[in-house]
């Protein structure tokens, strides 16, 4: 199993998971329901049992990774590299683990509002 169907509110993506130990969290995790958390440049959510990783260095990662925050072990995916970023204050940057990568556009996270149900689940 390498990709996986992340629904957001009205939003369904695919990603490729990485070898990545941030991946594996996440793999035994699956599947798993949280809420969507928006703040100005990041959509975030909790995965249950995904333990926080080591620290890495910020920008390290690029629109459309998933990040396994190292602090709080929310999964998140910034979106302040797009055009349509909520705010022109920019969230700083948060360290974390990429253990995804979105297949396609991300630009409609843009529709995804704090609160909106999550659903991630395996596909082959």
């Known amino acids: ?18 070898d990545t130990p941030a991946a594996e969290a996440i793999r035994n995790a699956l599947p798993f329901s949280s809420k969507a958390r928006v703040s ?4 975030s959510f909790s995965a249950p ?11 390290s990662s690029r ?9 709080d072990a929310a999964c998140g995916i910034d979106i302040s590299k797009l055009p349509f970023v ?8 948060r360290p ?10 991300i630009a409609a ?7 909106d149900p999550v659903a991630v689940e395996a596909i082959d």
């Open 40 to 43: 100005d440049s990041i959509v």
């Open 109 to 115: 996270l843009k529709h995804v509002i704090d609160g």
């Open 1 to 18: 199993m390498s990709k996986l169907k992340i629904s957001i509110g009205p939003v369904e993506l695919h990603a490729r998971l990485l």
């Open 96 to 105: 974390g683990n990429v253990w995804a990568r979105a297949m396609g556009d």
């Open 49 to 59: 049992g995904a333990a926080p990783l080591r620290r890495c260095r910020p920008g």
């Open 86 to 93: 909520r705010c022109k204050d920019r969230a700083p940057h």
């Open 63 to 71: 629109a459309g990774d998933f990040v396994l925050s190292h602090e």
